[in-house]
């Protein structure tokens, strides 16, 4: 399984555009990138996933280069309630564990 | 998409004692997977519970502290036993719906070991 790199935390305003990118140099062919949000006192929500180029979603989108050792994903004009942890995964899903890293907590202000 | 369910959802236990956790999922699926989450931390996996034969754990997961039974395909419990306060974690159980999809996570159980 693909390790990834991701920043440990950002901020961001309430209406803005909020880009994360994650690291994943050692991607695999077979692999897929997928995204979750976790709130406190929750488990970890499905966001969005992706093989390459660009996925689009109601919630999000995501960016995946060419060579597909980094993804951006883009929250479009955050609010509050998308203060969260945003976790970047790679691997081949499906009967293959989740392994989660570290994360990025995101935090909205007014 | 999958439902789970896990109970309890929080509790206290006493050093020493075992709690039993048990997940529930509103679908067949073939394998479950329970976590831990410390304070403040990301998730860590701690096994896989296959139907049909023993749980599979990551390293630094032993059987005897963590037991894990799969007894269908829509159910399994973990315990922690014999807890000292550094099990003192949120437990999440998983299920994946199929090939490169989505995983699905239960609401978590907070324990806290006094």
């Known amino acids: 399984l693909a390790k990834t790199t991701q920043p440990i935390s950002m901020d961001s305003y309430e209406g803005q555009e909020v880009n994360i990118t994650c690291s994943h140099n050692?991607?695999?062919?077979?692999?897929?990138i997928t995204w979750y949000q976790q709130f406190p006192s929750q488990g970890p929500r499905f966001i969005i996933q992706?093989?390459?180029t660009k996925v689009t979603n109601e919630v999000a989108s995501l960016f995946i280069p060419a060579d597909r050792k980094s993804s951006t994903l883009s929250l479009p004009r955050v609010s509050l309630s998308d203060t969260a942890v945003y976790y970047c995964l790679v691997g081949n899903t499906g009967g293959f564990k989740t392994i989660f890293g570290a994360g990025t907590r995101l935090f909205v202000k007014a | 998409s999958a439902v789970i369910s896990q109970k309890p959802s929080r509790d206290i236990c006493q050093r020493g004692t075992s709690l039993t956790i048990q997940c529930q999922v509103d679908s067949q699926v073939t394998m479950m997977f329970w976590y831990r989450q410390q304070p403040g931390q990301s998730l860590t996996l701690i096994a896989t519970a296959n139907q049909g034969s023993e749980a599979t754990y990551e390293s630094g997961f032993v059987i005897d502290k963590f037991p894990i039974s799969r007894p269908n395909l829509t159910f399994s419990t973990l315990t922690v036993s014999n807890m000292s306060p550094e099990d003192s974690s949120i437990y999440l159980c998983?299920?994946?719906?199929?090939?490169?999809?989505?995983?699905?996570f239960g609401q978590g159980t907070r324990l806290t070991v006094v």
């Open positions: 992706g093989y390459k």
């Open positions: 998983s299920v994946e719906a199929g090939m490169n999809t989505e995983a699905f």
């Open positions: 050692n991607i695999a062919t077979n692999d897929y």
